[in-house]
């Protein structure tokens, strides 16, 4: 008796046959593909979308951070405030009305400012309106303080931030011992700061970091521990935050990140959540899907054709597909695009990565861009400052050019805040930012460097170029004419230049550079300000 696949193939004409074959071929060879895909692109979409998802959560607690940061140094700059320090010595009304009143606190950034003294006695107390109307008392920032300082008392000069809820919201606590302006002398106090992050701050925070989240109080549907069998991911480590750790949880249609905030005494606070949809992977789920539909129509219309060229057409493609792929997600380099040479449905799924490639090499130029430039001013930032410096320090290794940089201060800037407000201040950093930006080259680099100092970077310019540079900057801001009643130097903004050129630095590096460009610079605020001074030889401020 022959066997019974045998009766069959005896029963069909030899074309019967070989179409037979060819779909038992064409089956295995349907599933040896979809193996190979499920391998290779798969975990390459998973790994991208897993990056991509701690990128964006990396994002979101990272602007949290900086919110601690931006009070820091508002705080910070208070308590080395000689007109604070004379007021704790020796209490001034008019200084409390003018800074802790109400007309104040109502232009300022901040919710509530405290002062106290070495006892631990309120000298001083201002405070606006919370989200929901709630007004702070004095006892609600001293509560949540006092534990936090039987434990680490207060640094002279030393800056804390944490977070912690103050009349119920939210809000950014930071504090600083109060010290003379030239950080000597005893500390006479504490200077306390909260900021509440309200509705509107956390919007701002999510459009900054192109990414929605969600803040959920502990309790009972959210305990401060996650439950078991969640993804526990290492940060970065954060300067004000205290934990590093994200949890996330992966389920078939979405992505769930979720962080810990700690108050500033490190208890549980609340949780931070964030949630995406992972459009990479099911976009390649479809992609192969269609992939496979497509090459079963095709491979049945072409039959024996399809046969013969399947390992010319579909396996060596899969597998250089599966390379590039590869390649480009272990580099990076999401600029780079797969070669679209194909009309066919391997050419459609590269096609359908390139455009993903290009979506994710879109969102990180961005991301880079947001990165390099002062929000502010629009101009680059210490970042993109630092990077070209090292940049430009390199080339000057095999290019003997010189190499100038401008350090800028505005004279007077927290007088002109203090009279005429914040928003005018930004605004004066704005038109500065503009003019440094109309007046260089295009191989000069402007940026801010922090508050109201400003860099400019001038490649080849050696130190005659870089005065006249100077001298053309400060023409500049006085044809602007901005009006500065309250300075001391002059009755409109101005400017205090130091210069270094590279030849007088022979060794240190970019720190070294700069910091000769500070030592003139002082000396051109020491010297009166409204002025420009280079750094010489010897280490000895050339004025």
């Known amino acids: 008796m022959r066997p019974p696949t045998r009766h069959l193939m005896a029963g069909l004409g030899i074309g019967s046959r070989i179409v037979l074959v060819f779909v038992l071929v064409f089956v295995c060879m349907g599933g040896l593909g979809l193996l190979l895909m499920r391998n290779s692109l798969l975990p390459t979409f998973d790994n991208m979308e897993h990056g991509f998802a701690q990128e964006s959560a990396e994002r979101v607690v990272s602007l949290f951070d900086q919110q601690l940061g931006s009070v820091g140094n508002l705080n910070r700059d208070w308590a080395y405030w000689d007109e604070l320090y004379q007021h704790m010595q020796r209490r001034d009304p008019a200084f409390a009305r003018s800074n802790l009143g109400n007309e104040s606190m109502q232009s300022s950034s901040l919710h509530a400012i405290l002062l106290v003294d070495l006892q631990g006695r309120v000298a001083g107390f201002g405070a606006r309106d919370f989200s929901g109307g709630a007004q702070a008392q004095a006892q609600d920032l001293l509560a949540p303080l006092q534990h936090r300082w039987a434990r680490f008392p207060v640094q002279a000069g030393g800056t804390e931030c944490g977070l912690a809820r103050v009349a119920y919201a939210l809000s950014a606590v930071c504090w600083t011992g109060i010290v003379q302006s030239n950080g000597k002398g005893p500390t006479v106090g504490t200077v306390v700061m909260a900021r509440e992050l309200d509705a509107r701050a956390l919007k701002s925070m999510a459009q900054f970091a192109g990414v929605t989240f969600t803040l959920e109080q502990l309790g009972a549907n959210h305990p401060a521990t996650p439950e078991q069998g969640v993804l526990m991911w290492q940060l970065p480590a954060f300067q004000y935050l205290p934990k590093s750790e ?152 095999r290019h003997s050019e010189p190499l100038s940089l401008l350090m800028l201060d505005v004279d007077h800037f927290k007088l002109y805040n203090d009279h005429y407000g914040h928003p005018a201040g930004d605004d004066v950093l704005r038109q500065l930012g503009a003019l440094l930006r109309a007046s260089c080259r295009q191989q000069d680099l402007p940026a801010r460097l922090g508050g109201e100092e400003f860099g400019l ?33 002059a009755p409109q903004v101005t400017v205090s230049i130091g210069i270094v050129t590279w030849p007088w630095v022979q060794d240190g590096g970019a720190a070294e550079f700069i910091a000769q460009a500070d030592k003139a610079l002082y000396a051109a605020k020491h010297g009166g300000r409204q002025r420009a001074c280079v750094y010489g030889a010897a280490g000895v401020p050339r004025l």
């Open 246 to 397: 994200l949890y996330a949880e992966f389920s078939k249609d979405s992505m769930a990140m979720q962080y810990l905030l700690l108050d500033l005494n490190e208890h549980p606070l609340s949780w931070v959540r964030i949630r995406l949809h992972r459009d990479l992977m099911e976009q390649g789920q479809r992609v192969m899907v269609n992939v496979l539909l497509q090459l079963a129509v095709v491979a049945l219309a072409t039959g024996l054709v399809l046969l013969m060229t399947v390992h010319w057409w579909l396996v060596r493609p899969i597998g250089r597909l599966r390379g590039a792929v590869a390649d480009i997600s272990a580099t990076r380099r999401w600029e780079q695009t797969l070669a679209y040479d194909r009309p066919d449905e391997i050419g459609a799924l590269t096609q359908g990565i390139n455009s993903l490639l290009a979506v994710l090499h879109e969102q990180v130029g961005a991301l880079e861009a947001l990165s390099s430039t002062d929000a502010l001013t629009g101009i680059a930032n210490r970042r993109q400052f630092d990077e070209r410096l090292a940049h430009e320090l390199v080339r000057l290794g």
């Open 457 to 489: 970077l001038l490649p080849d310019t050696d130190a005659a170029g870089a005065a006249a540079m100077a001298d053309k900057l400060m023409k500049a801001l006085a044809a602007l004419a901005i009006g500065h009643e309250h300075s001391l130097t």
